[in-house]
């Protein structure tokens, strides 16, 4: 009986220790982040483009966190500020925000979760919530990639 009360008085001291713990998801998270920051991409928390005009509904609703995985792009070789210029993916595919702008072809291979993409004078990148593993951020960054070398030729 001793040892019941024992061991029932470690159990009770341990559970609170529990919440502790991360979640499945959490883990996943940190996977797919280390695996981004290992890669060359950096993680930020950035609003979607687009969000404050009311263009994105249903794929980005309020509450949710949205993440932005980024590539930096090298200076520029000439003096030439360049602007900030965004797609979001709709229904109907990809539609540029603002201007009437392409759509850049290399954005066609990224994977269905990616809500955006936009492209600074520092960084070019996605807008997503995570969600596809690690499999999904590879597909990302070879994107990123191939459309940081275009962007720089």
């Known amino acids: 009986m001793t040892y019941l009360l024992i061991f029932f008085v470690i159990v009770v001291a341990l559970v609170p220790l529990t919440h502790f713990m991360p979640s499945k998801r959490q883990r996943e998270v940190a996977r797919m982040r280390e695996y981004a920051a290992v890669h060359g991409l950096f993680v930020e928390f950035r609003s979607v483009p687009g969000r404050a005009s009311g263009r994105i509904k249903s794929r980005d609703r309020a509450g949710h966190d949205t ?29 540029a925000l603002g201007r009437r702008l392409g759509v850049p072809e290399s954005l066609m291979q990224l994977p269905a979760q990616v809500l955006a993409a936009s492209v600074d004078e520092g960084s070019c990148g996605i807008y997503w919530r995570e969600s596809g593993g690690v499999d999904a951020v590879e597909q990302i960054r070879q994107v990123l990639e191939l459309w940081a070398g275009q962007l720089r030729a």
């Not at 792009?73 to 709709?90: D, R, S, V």
């Open 67 to 95: 993440i932005y995985y980024g590539k930096r792009l090298p200076p520029a070789k000439q003096k030439k500020p360049e602007q900030t210029q965004a797609w979001l993916f709709e229904e109907q595919g990809w539609v």
